[in-house]
């Protein structure tokens, strides 16, 4: 089992930065990779970014290539995403997932990822 725990939504203007946290527990966090993903009322949970179990390997949407970084701190079995540049559209629920099952380095699929947090809610006023 794995349990992840997000933190570090709010409310910020077009333009701004957040930076998401999120805590793990259970399993040994350096074994297995991370994804963040986003869902948006009314739309599908989306793909964001991904990074393998050691923090040396990582991938971005499109959408976000350039804006948002993903990072890891094994040590602190935790796991960051920073935004920098969000617009509105980058509004939504933010979920991080675990990927158990491919040898550390995770897909872009959400049906890929057996453990999900609570989300936070990111608001991006214009």
């Known amino acids: 089992q794995v349990q992840l725990v997000e933190s570090g939504g709010g409310l910020v203007q077009a333009g701004g930065s957040l930076r998401l946290s999120c805590a793990a527990s259970?399993?040994?966090?350096?074994?297995?990779?991370m994804g963040w993903f986003r869902q948006a009322p009314g739309k599908e949970r989306e793909f964001v970014a991904k990074?393998?179990?050691?923090?040396?390997?990582?991938s971005y949407a499109d959408s976000v290539k350039g804006r948002f970084t993903i990072s890891r701190d094994n040590a602190k079995n935790a796991g960051y995403l920073q935004m920098n540049t969000l617009n509105p559209e980058d509004t939504a629920v933010y979920y991080c997932?675990?990927?158990?099952?491919?040898?550390?380095?995770?897909?872009?699929?959400?049906?890929?990822?057996?453990?999900w947090g609570q989300g936070t809610q990111v608001t991006v006023s214009s």
């Open positions: 990074i393998n179990s050691g923090g040396g390997r990582t």
């Open positions: 259970g399993r040994t966090f350096s074994r297995y990779g």
């Open positions: 997932a675990a990927d158990l099952t491919h040898s550390g380095w995770p897909g872009n699929l959400p049906s890929e990822y057996e453990y």
